[in-house]
């Protein structure tokens, strides 16, 4: 049997390898390069299984990482990091400047990003001999839907876009998540048959969840801050943002909020306001190089996982042809989610014109979509969802995290406006 810290052990060894490896002569961005060397060592695992008759190999992997539990890690553990360090380092004011770009995006976005490829995922199964009830293709449409935060914030270190826009996407990822999570619930306990399907009761249950977390993370983001400006000792300051961190999350998983929501709202309040009225200038070197270092190596590990998930995927020819299918389906039903919102905020703001292409194509998708996907019962359409979302997820981190320097270049080769 392998102990948790043993199986925390590995990944941190494949990380710290495959990290080195990758920064020494492949030289690819690490979400990049960590995924694509997972997946190739997953589908090396299944290539030796194939040629050596008997092989247990990709089985014993599979086991490996059943264990590890990779929704329970990221949900209930690794995104209250991810969220609270990705958040810390967003400019409040550009943001705020962006504001209704981001709640535009963040709620109207998901929700019609939700429905677009629902209605599309039922259609295209049904077309090619899988057919999904159309209340289950809109569970998929919803955890589908949201960007990854910790993928988009890898992206925008890479590009050269106006502040207000990285500020705009940073929110959106860091806010649409929670939105898209409580969504996926809603959609999950109708299709499942445990709750009926209403728009009231849906409205409420979304109101109280991402509204109430809003609440919980002003308020504990403000103890945080107030806590900090009483005292100059920058180990307990650093330990009070882990107090948020972990104590602010569990207790929104407690009391039915959105842990993601409230730890991207105590994110924004300790990384702007706290920094600058209440920390001291060693405080805020410490506290801000400490969670730089956990969003790092959370970020390693979360997209080793990713890769090394593959090995997870079914093989069946016609379920990975859905999947592929899947991907053009998800980028025009982003492109829509996208463009619509921009339109209906363009008399308050203008994010200049990289901002349909910044936001269309950085919206990657990532380890929060594979979580949801794996939490869903074990069934024909879980088959299918899972393996689009992986197929989706590889495309979005490879492909458009690789290629989104090169697409703004070239589509807009006269500067970052």
């Known amino acids: 049997m392998i102990t948790p810290f043993d199986a925390a052990a590995i990944l941190i060894v494949l990380a710290a390898v495959l990290g080195f490896i990758n920064i020494r ?5 690490q979400s990049i390069g960590l995924t694509v060397m997972g997946a190739v060592a ?28 990779f929704h329970r890690t990221l949900m209930n553990g690794m995104l209250s990091f991810l969220l609270f360090a990705g958040a810390l380092h967003v400019d409040w004011r550009e943001m705020h400047r962006g504001r209704w770009a981001v709640v535009a995006l963040s709620t109207a976005g998901v929700l019609l990003s939700t429905v677009l490829i629902g209605w599309g995922f039922h259609l295209l199964t049904g077309i090619l001999g899988h057919p999904v009830p159309l209340l289950w293709s809109l569970v998929f449409g919803a955890l589908i839907s949201p960007t990854d935060p910790v993928a988009v914030l890898d992206v925008l270190k890479r590009t050269d876009v106006t502040p207000t826009l990285e500020a705009t996407v940073a929110g959106e990822s860091l806010f649409n ?57 920058y180990k307990v300051e650093v330990m009070i943002s882990l107090a948020v961190v972990m104590g602010g999350y569990a207790l929104a998983s407690r009391i ?49 996982l990713i890769g090394l998930e593959v090995v997870t995927i079914p093989s069946e020819a016609s379920l990975l042809a859905i999947g592929a299918a899947t991907i053009p389906l998800v980028l025009l039903a982003r492109a829509a989610s996208v463009l619509v919102p921009l339109v209906a905020v363009k008399p308050f703001l203008s994010l200049g014109r990289r901002a349909p292409v910044t936001l269309i194509w950085g919206g990657m998708r990532g380890g929060i979509s594979v979580a949801l996907a794996l939490s869903l019962p074990h069934s024909a359409a879980r088959d299918l969802a899972l393996t689009a979302t992986y197929l989706v997820v590889l495309f979005s981190v490879i492909a458009q995290g690789g290629s989104i320097e090169r697409v703004l270049a070239a589509t807009y080769r006269d500067g970052p406006h």
């Open 25 to 29: 002569f492949l030289r690819l961005p």
């Open 42 to 69: 997953s589908l090396l695992v299944v290539g030796i299984d194939r040629l050596l008759p008997g092989g247990n190999l990709s089985h014993d992997v599979a086991r490996f990482l059943d264990g590890i539990d």
């Open 177 to 233: 998540d929670g939105v898209a999570v409580v969504v996926f619930a809603i959609l999950l306990a109708a299709a499942s048959g445990s709750e009926a399907l209403s728009i009231g009761n849906a409205t409420l249950l979304f109101l109280q969840e991402a509204g109430g977390g809003v609440v919980l993370g002003l308020l504990v983001g403000w103890i945080a801050v107030q806590a900090m400006s009483r005292i100059d000792e």
């Open 256 to 304: 039915g909020l959105s842990g993601p929501v409230a730890m991207a709202v105590a994110g924004l309040l300790i990384g702007n306001h706290g920094v600058a009225h209440a920390m001291s200038a060693t405080t805020r070197d410490y506290l801000l190089k400490f969670w730089s270092v956990i969003d790092d190596l959370l970020n390693a590990l979360l997209f080793l």
